[in-house]
């Protein structure tokens, strides 16, 4: 949980970043209606499902940053892919989507993907927002991958949609809570607006 002195410190810090220009890295392929290369992969190494996940992105990224513990280091970490332009694709906590978000959102760009991954209880639920063509097929391409952070970063660049659009799928299995785990992560994927 955040706290309120933590949120306001995280708020001046984005405000103060939210004049960085920004642009558009779009490439189509006909595979995808929307695949993108070259944006930044922005994890929470402190937990093994973000290694996992960047793992699975490596050879799709332009480059990758990790953020740390506290969620306003995010400020720093993406001042210059959004001054550069650069796509942006996350596994991180809420408090760091929320910077992220709102630095992103200042720069011109738009949320084009949203996940949220929970444990329960040995559950875990997939929550995905995306493009109504694949996103029930990515929800349950989670649900039965034996390890859906890889899972997730192998498909990279193709988690970005035009926005036109939007579903929600849900997909819940079986699964047990890792160690170290805060078994609460977001995944994200924002471009510029068009």
């Known amino acids: 949980m955040v706290s309120r002195r933590e949120f306001l410190r995280i708020g001046s810090m984005a405000g103060l970043a939210s004049t960085l220009p920004a642009g558009n890295l779009l490439a189509r392929t006909a595979d ?8 930044v992969a922005v994890c929470d ?18 480059t990758v940053t990790a953020p740390g513990a506290d969620a306003g280091s995010v400020v720093t970490s993406l001042a210059e892919p959004l001054r550069a332009s650069r796509p942006l694709l996350g596994l991180t906590t809420d408090a760091t989507f929320m910077v992220a978000q709102q630095m992103a959102r200042e720069a011109g760009y738009e949320v084009r993907y949203n ?26 391409h989670l649900a039965e991958s034996e390890d859906w952070a890889t899972a997730l970063g192998e498909l990279g660049g193709a988690l970005f949609d035009d926005g036109t659009r939007r579903r929600r799928a849900v997909a819940e ?8 785990s805060p078994g609460h ?9 068009a």
């Open 173 to 180: 299995t079986r699964s047990t809570l890792a160690a170290g």
């Open 185 to 193: 992560l977001v995944s994200w994927a924002m471009t510029r607006a």
């Open 45 to 62: 190494t402190r937990f093994g499902e973000a290694d996992r996940f960047l793992r699975g992105i490596a050879a799709d990224a332009f």
């Open 32 to 39: 995808h209606p929307l695949k993108l290369t070259g944006y």
């Open 115 to 140: 996940g949220v991954h929970r444990h329960r209880a040995e559950r875990l639920r997939h929550e995905l927002e995306g493009d109504g063509r694949w996103i029930a097929n990515l929800a349950k």
